[in-house]
């Protein structure tokens, strides 16, 4: 197999989840079926087990982890180990041919985006993650408004040592899982400059109700949605009609912006805290796109989804992540009932 350090969206599918991880792989699976994703490359796991060998890191790490013989007891050994291996990682200099594949993709998607240098987010892409089967979502780095060669090469190897975070290896050594996993994609992708962000459900977690995407969202980045700092605005809209069964607009104090040096939380101005974050119109186009990831997976999907501030609907939705809901609940009595008295007596 041709050894690759670096693939554009274009050329990715499902089939390379163990070549760009599973976040970036369905990131190039969205853009194949059509759906609105911000341009972006990957830096493949191939490119990280390169960095590993040429720089001895590999080595440096195994000699390490034989140190610790016995799973460790506390937090405190577990931030022990972490720090150590990934000191190893950002103490290492990217080698000249890796840095320069990177700085030559990274120009290609300047142009392409008609910029000198293009704002663009660097996000980990296990390839585990995301897995219905697997926990480490959310566990992996991911950076906002990386700007210039400098920056970019450095967040990809903050991201590459995400891998070794104590809360990974734990759940590494829980389940007899290699502590030492060198299968890590970096997505680098055009930023969007989000004038509101956030979550779209095709099933809804609580109550395993299908029906339905639920829509949650909040001014800014996605951030306040996914962490859960603000109550967001939710729609609930109707998958087969896609009409608007219930919409909730939150006061929404808090919200997450781009900032040069990357995000950063801040007050959501008073005009705006109890308007709608996001348009009907916006609401439905959103459910549309969510109901036809849904259909190309088979099961029900969480997707992040991001409106960008620079350009009019309906092009300005982008699409940015999906993976199956591990969480979905089956539904009980109380639940169906609870779902036949929101349809038959919401407002309209």
């Avoid at 799973?71 to 405190?76: A, Y």
């Avoid at 186009?285 to 849904?294: P, Q």
Wanted: charged share 25%; with cysteine.
């Amino acid at each position: 197999m041709t050894i690759q350090w670096i693939l554009e969206f274009e050329k990715i599918d499902q089939e390379c989840v163990n070549v760009t991880g599973t976040k970036c792989a369905n990131l190039g699976e969205l853009m194949r079926i059509g759906m609105p994703v911000p341009p972006g490359f990957v830096v493949t796991a191939q490119a990280f087990d390169f960095f590993l060998r040429e720089t001895g890191a590999d080595e440096e790490m195994d000699k390490i982890l034989k140190t610790f013989k016995e799973v460790p007891k506390s937090i405190e050994e577990y931030e022990t180990i972490s720090r150590t291996l990934s000191q190893i990682i950002t103490s290492n200099d990217i080698p000249k041919e890796l840095k320069e594949a990177v700085s030559q993709a990274y120009k290609g998607l300047s142009a392409e985006c008609k910029m000198k240098v293009v704002p663009v987010a660097v996000r980990s892409s296990g390839c585990a993650e995301d897995l219905p089967t697997a926990a480490f979502a959310g566990q992996y780095e991911s950076y906002l408004n990386v700007i210039g060669d400098h920056d970019l090469l450095n967040r990809v190897r903050d991201c590459w040592a995400s891998l070794f975070t104590s809360r990974a290896i734990s759940y590494r050594m829980r389940n007899n899982l290699p502590i030492m996993d060198k299968l890590m994609g970096v997505i680098v992708q055009k930023v969007v400059n989000s004038r509101s962000a956030g979550v779209a459900f095709t099933a809804l977690p609580s109550t395993g109700n299908t029906t339905w995407v639920m829509i949650e969202g909040n001014w800014g980045t996605a951030e306040s949605v996914v962490q859960g700092f603000v109550t967001p605005d939710r729609y609930y809209i109707t998958k087969e009609t896609l009409e608007i069964e219930e919409k909730n607009i939150s006061q929404k104090l808090r919200q997450h912006v781009i900032t040069e040096t990357g995000t950063s939380e801040e007050p959501v101005p008073e005009n705006k805290q109890s308007e709608p974050c996001f348009s009907d119109e916006e609401a439905k186009k959103i459910a549309d796109m969510a109901k036809r990831v849904e259909s190309h997976y088979g099961t029900p999907q969480d997707i992040e989804w991001a409106i960008e501030a620079d350009l009019s609907y309906p092009d300005n939705i982008f699409l940015v992540q999906t993976r199956p809901i591990t969480t979905l609940k089956k539904k009980s009595a109380v639940d169906q009932v609870a779902d036949l008295m929101l349809t038959r007596f919401v407002k309209r």
